[in-house]
C-alpha cells in the first residue's frame, strides 16, 4: 500500500502543507504511521478521507462540524447524501446555462411537429429538476427569515450600546419583548418548511418539533430520529413544502 509524506499528501489534495499539520493538530486527519525519524506517513484511506475533508470545506461546514460527522458511527451515509445534493446542484447550474440553448431546440423541433401536422409536446420535469426547485424554495425561505430578522439584531445591538454608553435600559426591554415572539414565530415557520432526508433509508421526513428544536446540528444537517427506519445521526435538510 502506498505511503505519502505531509508534503506528497498535500500536492495530490490542491492544499498546503500547513493545511495538513493544522488537521492533524485539530485531529481530524492524524496519520497513520510515524517514522523512526518522527516523519509523519499518510496511507491511501488517510488521502481519501483528505479528499473528503476537502471537499467538506469546499460546501462551506466548519472543522468542527467536519470533526463531528466524520465522528459518525456511519459517517459515508451522510457525506454521500451531500455529494448528491452537490452533484445535484452543479447540474443545476450547467441546466441554467443551457436553458436558452434548449428551447431553441424544442422550439425547432415543434416547428417540424408542426408542419406534419401533429401536436407540440412540452417534456415533464424530472426528479432531478424537482430537486433544484426544492433547493432554491429552501434558500428563498432562508433569505427571508434572515432580512426579517435584521430589524430585531439591529435593535439589539443599539439597545446594548445605549445601555452601555447612556445607562438607558428600557430599550433592551422593548427588544426582548419583540424578540421573544419573533424567535418563537421564526422557530415554527422554519419548522413547517423543512423536512429531513434520512442518510439510511433516504425516507424525507418531518419529526416532532421539539426534537428539531433541542437536535445537535449542523448548518445542513440535524441529528435526528428517522420516523421510518428508526435510525438516529445526521440527517440532510431540504425543502420541506408548504408546511400545510
Known amino acids: 500500500m502506498s505511503q505519502y ?9 490542491g492544499v498546503t502543507v500547513r493545511t495538513v ?7 481530524i486527519l492524524t496519520p497513520g504511521a510515524l517514522t523512526e525519524g518522527g516523519r509523519r506517513l499518510y496511507s491511501e484511506d488517510d488521502l481519501k478521507k483528505m479528499k473528503i475533508i476537502c471537499f467538506l470545506r469546499d460546501t462551506g461546514l466548519s ?5 463531528q460527522l466524520l465522528a459518525e458511527e456511519d459517517p459515508g451515509s451522510v457525506i454521500s447524501i451531500l455529494l448528491e445534493r452537490q452533484k ?4 443545476g447550474e450547467i441546466d441554467d446555462r443551457s436553458e436558452k440553448l434548449k428551447k431553441l431546440e424544442d422550439l425547432e423541433k415543434g416547428l417540424k411537429v408542426l408542419q406534419n401536422g401533429s401536436e407540440f409536446s412540452i417534456e415533464t420535469i424530472g426528479d432531478a429538476a424537482k430537486l433544484m426547485e426544492n433547493k432554491k424554495k429552501r434558500s428563498k425561505m432562508l433569505r427571508t427569515m434572515l432580512l426579517a430578522g435584521l430589524p430585531i439584531t439591529a435593535l439589539q445591538w443599539f439597545s446594548i450600546i445605549l445601555w452601555i454608553k447612556k445607562g438607558v435600559w428600557w430599550p433592551f426591554l422593548v427588544w426582548v419583548a419583540l424578540a421573544i415572539p419573533f424567535g418563537v414565530i421564526a422557530s415554527l415557520y422554519y419548522y413547517r418548511h423543512t423536512a429531513y432526508i434520512c442518510p439510511q433509508c433516504h425516507e424525507v421526513f418531518r419529526p416532532k418539533f421539539r426534537e428539531v428544536f433541542f437536535a445537535a446540528h449542523t448548518p445542513k444537517t440535524r441529528k435526528l430520529t428517522c420516523t421510518k427506519c428508526g435510525h438516529h445521526g445526521y440527517c440532510v435538510e431540504t425543502w420541506g413544502g408548504d408546511g400545510e
Open 5 to 13: 509524506t505531509t508534503g506528497e499528501l498535500a500536492k495530490a489534495c
Open 21 to 27: 499539520q493544522y488537521y492533524d493538530t485539530r485531529g
Open 63 to 67: 472543522l468542527n462540524t467536519i470533526g
Open 88 to 91: 445535484t446542484e452543479l447540474i
